[in-house]
């Protein structure tokens, strides 16, 4: 049976691999992995032959590239907006840690060049979604810091939810052609919730990540008292790229739309 979700935990170096190339979870066409950097340490990532997002989970860097750097700072995803680098193949970033900092690499095969782009904050603004409706337990904030729209060469699509304590997303349950990985972090340690891939059910809890291979439906919940932050990342499908559009909701629960609760 494919693996649609799994626990990693970090090794020694402070290295956290979800997704490769060769993993079982290599259907999903992107090396996904999470670092974790002390103070004072220093982290350098090139790939030849693919593009990179670099985004800040927690903490203090200054991102370095091509002559330039920034430093940023993010206290925790759940209070602040994200900060990322995404640049093409064949770039270096180097990252310096100021404070005890945690950071997640996404990349994918690309052989399209394009120039470099810093995402701060305000690019990425969260939006309310679904407030109002289902018995007003699907609310969620959204952010999309790219996708096909905002970054056209990309092979990749990379946001974040934030659910508000015990509600849905991924709501009303919804498939796409293209895969989607999912990184679960919590407000609280013991904070869990639940992922649906298809028919499986997984108890999503603080670093777990959820694989969805293309056509799968996709729901997720957070348990009551938590708020569940989820980083999504999809990989466009050669010549067909995730769209905003392409949001299809299973037929069954389309109903919910005009139902009275």
Known sequence: MQKVFGYP?????????????????KEMGMDIRVYRMKEGEERSFYKEEEEMAVLLLEGCITYKWKGLEKKVSRKDVFTQGPWCLHVCRGQEVRIESAADTEILVQCTKNDREFDARLYAPEDAPWKYSCQGKFGNTANR??????????????????????????????????RHPQPEVYYFKFDRPEGFGASFVGDEVYKSVEGSFSAIPGGRLHPQSAAPGYQMYTCWMIHHLEGNPWLQT?????????WLHEAEF
């Open 9 to 25: 935990e970090f090794d020694s170096k402070g290295e956290k691999i979800l997704t490769t190339y060769e993993n079982e979870y």
């Open 141 to 174: 904030r959204v952010n999309t810091i790219f996708d096909h729209d905002i970054a056209p060469c990309s092979n990749m699509v990379l946001g974040e939810v934030l659910n508000d304590r015990g509600n849905w997303s991924g709501y009303l349950p919804h």
């Open 246 to 254: 392409d949001r299809c909701e299973d037929d069954r629960y389309v």
